[in-house]
C-alpha cells in the first residue's frame, strides 16, 4: 500500500517562461503533423492535483504524470491540424456563455467491469459538467460516443483488480470541491505526455 505523500506542488527546475517556450516548441512540431490528438477537461487544482498524482504514482500507474489531475469533457480525438485553430476558437467562443460553478466529489466509485479504473465520484457540479460536455463535445467531433459521459476523476487504471481494491479503500474518504473558471485543451506528444494549448475561460 503506497505511504501518502504531502499535498504540495511540484517544484520545476525550469522557469515558468522557459517551460512555456518549450510548450510553444511542441506545439508548433506537432502543427506541422497532418493531425493531433486534443483532448478538452478541467484542470483540477492544486494542492489536490499534485497529490492525486503522487497516490496514482504510487499504485504502479506510471502514466499518472503523462498530464495533470483532470476531469474529462473530450476524451483524446484525432483533429486535423488545420482544423484545430478553428476548434480552439470555437470551444473559446462556446465558453464565453457559460458561467463558472462549483465542483465538489462525492466518494470513490469504479468502472469495472467494464474498465479497470477507480474514480472520485462528482457530486456538486455534475449535471453542470454534463451540459458542458454536451456543448463542446460536438465542436471537435461529430463521431457517437461509445459510452454515456461520467464526470470523474481517476485515482488509479489498468492495474491488477487487487492494487484497484486498494486504492478503492485507501481514497475512499478523499474529498475535494472548488469553484471552475476555465476548461483546458491539451494536445498529446509523441512521447505520450500532454501538452497544454489553450484555457477557455467561462465567461457567462
Same mark, same amino acid.
Not at 503506497?2 to 517562461?17: L, Q, T
Not at 498524482?53 to 506510471?62: C, E, H, M, P, V
Given at each position: 500500500?503506497?505511504?501518502?505523500?504531502?499535498?504540495?506542488?511540484?517544484?520545476?527546475?525550469?522557469?515558468?517562461?522557459s517551460a512555456a517556450e518549450a510548450n510553444a516548441e511542441a506545439i508548433a512540431s506537432l502543427r506541422r503533423e497532418g493531425s493531433v490528438v486534443l483532448g478538452v477537461v478541467v484542470e483540477v487544482p492544486q494542492p489536490w492535483a499534485e497529490d492525486l498524482?503522487?497516490?496514482?504514482?504510487?499504485?504502479?500507474?506510471?502514466t499518472a504524470d503523462?498530464?495533470?489531475?483532470h476531469i474529462t469533457?473530450?476524451?483524446?480525438?484525432?483533429?486535423s491540424s488545420g482544423r484545430l485553430d478553428a476548434v480552439l476558437a470555437d470551444i473559446?467562443?462556446?465558453?464565453?456563455g457559460v458561467a463558472g460553478f462549483h465542483i465538489a466529489t462525492?466518494?470513490?466509485?469504479?468502472?469495472?467491469?467494464?474498465?479497470?479504473?477507480? &474514480?472520485?465520484?462528482?457530486?456538486d457540479g455534475g449535471k453542470r459538467l454534463q451540459q458542458l460536455h454536451e456543448l463542446v463535445l460536438p465542436l471537435v467531433s461529430d463521431k457517437p460516443v461509445?459510452?454515456? &459521459?461520467v464526470p470523474h476523476i481517476t485515482v488509479a487504471m489498468h492495474l491488477p483488480d487487487a492494487v484497484l481494491d486498494s486504492a478503492a479503500q485507501v481514497l475512499g474518504d478523499y474529498s475535494l470541491s472548488w469553484d471552475i473558471a476555465s476548461v483546458c485543451s491539451f494536445v498529446r506528444g509523441r512521447d505520450g505526455r500532454w501538452v497544454k494549448v489553450k484555457e477557455h475561460f467561462l465567461q457567462g
Open positions: 500500500m503506497p505511504s501518502r505523500r504531502r499535498c504540495w506542488p511540484r517544484f520545476m527546475s525550469e522557469s515558468v517562461s498524482q503522487q497516490w496514482r504514482l504510487g499504485f504502479g500507474d506510471n503523462h498530464m495533470p489531475t469533457l473530450v476524451p483524446p480525438t484525432v483533429v473559446d467562443a462556446a465558453c464565453e462525492s466518494g470513490i466509485s469504479t468502472f469495472r467491469p467494464t474498465s479497470p479504473v477507480v &474514480y472520485l465520484a462528482i457530486g461509445l459510452h454515456p &459521459y
